[in-house]
């Protein structure tokens, strides 16, 4: 299955040139065009899935451990002290690329919080409605 004009489709086929890190049959891992640090990569499947509701259950278990065998050799390669996992899923979560791909941030110690937000203080009956709301 590929997306008809599919940047990413085309980048993880190899029909257009990316600095590639890793690649098996089934996954491309490249550099980030806009990088938030120093090796942030994105693993893109080579077949297209729009985002996580599309993505077959045995792509979800391969793509987790191939963020594993990255961050590893990242951490040994790169030094980095830390590592986020970033996967955005639709426009209002800041998915601009309709293809699933999972991001890898190496992090260091900068002192820079780029994946941060601002807790809220939710009461004990609004944590049980949503729980409910989501289970129910
Ligand atoms: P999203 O916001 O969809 O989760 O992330 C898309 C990511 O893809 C962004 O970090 C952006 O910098 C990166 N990107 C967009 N187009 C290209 C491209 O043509 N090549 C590469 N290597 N990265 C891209
Ligand atoms: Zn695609």
């Known amino acids: 299955m590929r997306g008809e004009g599919c940047i990413f489709c085309k980048i993880a086929n190899g029909e257009i040139p990316s600095n590639t890190l890793y690649e098996d049959e089934g996954y491309r891992v490249i550099l980030d065009l ?4 120093k090796g942030h990569a994105l693993i893109l ?16 278990a391969e793509v ?7 961050a590893v050799r990242m951490k040994e ?32 110690d900068d002192g ?6 601002t807790p809220g203080e939710p009461s004990a009956e609004e944590l049980a409605r949503i729980r409910d709301t989501i289970c129910g």
């Open 34 to 37: 806009g990088p938030a640090t």
């Open 45 to 60: 499947p080579k077949e297209h899935y729009a985002n996580l509701y599309e993505l077959p259950d045995e792509n979800c």
């Open 64 to 70: 987790l451990k191939l963020a594993k065998k990255m």
């Open 77 to 108: 390669k790169l030094g980095c002290t830390g590592m986020n996992l970033v996967q955005n899923n639709g426009e209002s979560a800041g998915q601009t690329v309709h293809h699933f791909h999972m991001h890898l941030i190496p992090r260091y």
């Open 112 to 117: 820079s919080r780029i994946v941060s937000w």
